[in-house]
């Protein structure tokens, strides 16, 4: 099913209040955009979700993925990824990763650590590291 002009306008601006950490309950949302819950739940279901608070949390996942992935900063990468270890390792990895920029770089993950795997290789792309990744 195609959405409205109407529900991708609301879909839209439930995507901006998501970015601006807007409460997103149900029906303030509706109160917000001045439409009922349920057109908000049917909008949800034209989107392939089960409901409207499976679509935002969804939302929410996209937006904090975005967020983190938006620059390789390697102070953000140790206070995300790999804040239990030391600062001498993490850094001694850090430059050891932009160093071998000329080289091919293999990374395997299973479990949680493919979302690493996974969120060094989008960063190394952008960076013109050339990096192979795996999941397990």
């Keep these: 099913m195609r959405l409205t002009n109407l529900q991708e306008k609301i879909f839209s601006e439930i995507k ?60 953000m990468f140790q206070k995300v990824f790999i804040s239990n270890y030391s600062e001498e390792m993490v850094s001694s990895f850090v430059s050891h990763f ?11 993950g299973n479990g949680y650590s493919s979302l690493v795997v996974e969120y060094l290789s989008k960063r190394a792309l952008k960076k013109d590291i050339r990096l192979f990744l795996m999941t397990v």
């Design 16 to 75: 901006e209040d998501i970015k601006s950490n807007l409460d997103m309950s149900i029906n303030k949302t509706a109160r917000r955009h001045y439409v009922s819950p349920a057109l908000l739940v049917k909008i949800s279901q034209k989107m392939g979700y089960s409901g409207y608070r499976s679509m935002i949390y969804s939302l929410m996942g996209d937006a904090k993925k975005y967020d983190i992935a938006r620059d390789f900063n390697p102070e």
């Design 98 to 108: 932009i160093v071998a920029k000329n080289e091919y770089i293999y990374a395997a």
